[in-house]
């Protein structure tokens, strides 16, 4: 079946520019899970959705960077006046939560690289 | 702190050789410690995921073994091959949605 896609594959903008990254998880899947991965980093939490529950924010670096999640699947990810730190590899990643332990499914990735 | 050390950083190894990959955590509390497979350009997949009680699991040519009081793991592959060349990830699951990453070892096979 259909794994997680992600798009773009990458993307390349200019400092201060919005940017939004798209997530579509596995049909079923209710938990969905944002990560940055950095050159030599491991990957950082940024943020987690569970069907209707209130998404847990708290890895998310700065007030620039929101997500949101529509109808319990597709997932966006909005980094507001990208400064170059924002420089990384975007993951995306969902899993049922049922059987636990839950295996998690990841996306290809966005590549975004600030200029 | 919750942390996830993996070692060595980086290993070259010839094809059809053994070798072994360490991770060392201190993550509380724990739920499971899983290992995965991060190819270039590419997501994560899961090769293992192993559980308190559990200490090995194998996955065709890779095994992974669990010492719950050490807190250490190793990721063992079996006569590697040059698609095993890839980054592998430890990662210890603690609580429901919190995963706390290590940086990984960059593994090239050479023909």
């Known amino acids: 079946g259909a794994g997680v896609s992600q798009s773009p594959s990458n993307k390349v903008t200019e400092k201060g520019k919005d940017v939004e990254l798209r997530c579509d998880p596995i049909?079923?899947?209710?938990?969905l899970y944002w990560y940055r991965q950095s050159l030599g980093q491991g990957l950082e939490f940024l943020i987690y959705?569970?069907?209707?529950?209130?998404?847990?924010k708290s890895g998310l670096p700065s007030d620039r960077f929101s997500a949101e999640r529509t109808g319990g699947s597709v997932s966006t990810l909005t980094i507001q006046r990208t400064q170059q730190e924002d420089s990384a590899v975007y993951l995306c990643?969902?899993?049922?939560?049922?059987?636990?332990?839950?295996?998690?499914?990841f996306g290809p990735g966005t590549r975004l690289t600030v200029t | 702190k919750n942390q996830v050390e993996q070692s060595p950083q980086s290993l070259i190894i010839l094809e059809g050789k053994n070798c072994t990959l360490q991770?060392?955590?201190?993550?509380?509390?724990?739920?499971?410690l899983r290992w995965y497979k991060q190819d270039t350009g590419r997501g994560p997949v899961s090769l293992t995921i192993?559980?308190?009680?559990?200490n090995t699991k194998s996955n065709g040519r890779y095994t992974a073994t669990l010492d719950a009081d050490t807190k250490q793991s190793s990721l063992h592959i079996t006569a590697s091959q040059l698609s095993d060349s890839a980054s592998y990830i430890c990662v210890v699951n603690s609580g429901t949605y919190k995963y706390i990453f290590g940086t990984g070892t960059r593994l090239k096979v050479l023909a």
């Open positions: 990643a969902s899993s049922t939560t049922s059987g636990s332990p839950y295996e998690q499914y």
């Open positions: 192993m559980t308190f009680s559990e």
């Open positions: 959705f569970q069907g209707n529950s209130a998404p847990d």
């Open positions: 049909s079923g899947h209710t938990a």
């Open positions: 991770c060392n955590y201190t993550v509380s509390p724990f739920s499971n």
